[in-house]
């Protein structure tokens, strides 16, 4: 009888399981002519406990996503477009369009979500939310070393006026 060992958790892991999901979403919000930064803008927006200016959901997608702020920006100004958002004073709102959309993918992508997850044991589930977050944990302190350090390498690296 031959047995296959379990795979390994790795960052190769980890991503195949990210995209593979993420795919998943992306078919649902690909019908209603949403992208995934899109949706997690607006979700950022929906879920705010205060009325966000542009520049706080900028922040907030960065640190849900960790991309660059300008496609941060494109996916607010898409969702002003869409009438997903919008302008209050210095805030951007969530239109009732834009909860209406974000019910609507939810509701479509539970039952994707629901087999994909069913039949995974709970302690199977614990540990590996333990896992990802002591992670996430610690990616989230490299890319804050590596944020921190860019400044300093990027003037080591300038050529001098003298040059």
Known sequence: MTTTASPVADA??????HYAARGL???????HGATFLEQIALRTAV???????????VA???TAVKGDPADARAALDALLAKDLLA???PHLLPTDTGRSL????????APVSARVWDDIPA???AAAGRV?????????RELATLENAAPENAAAQSPSPES
Do not use: S
């Open 12 to 17: 190769r892991m980890l991503g195949l399981a």
């Open 25 to 31: 979403l992306e078919h649902l919000l690909a019908r």
């Open 47 to 57: 879920t705010a406990e205060a009325p966000q200016t542009p520049d706080g959901l």
């Open 60 to 62: 907030r997608i960065r």
């Open 87 to 89: 302008a209050d004073g």
């Open 102 to 109: 974000l019910a609507t993918v939810g509701a479509e992508i």
């Open 123 to 125: 302690e199977d589930l």
């Open 132 to 140: 990802l977050a002591l992670v996430t944990a610690r990616a989230d």
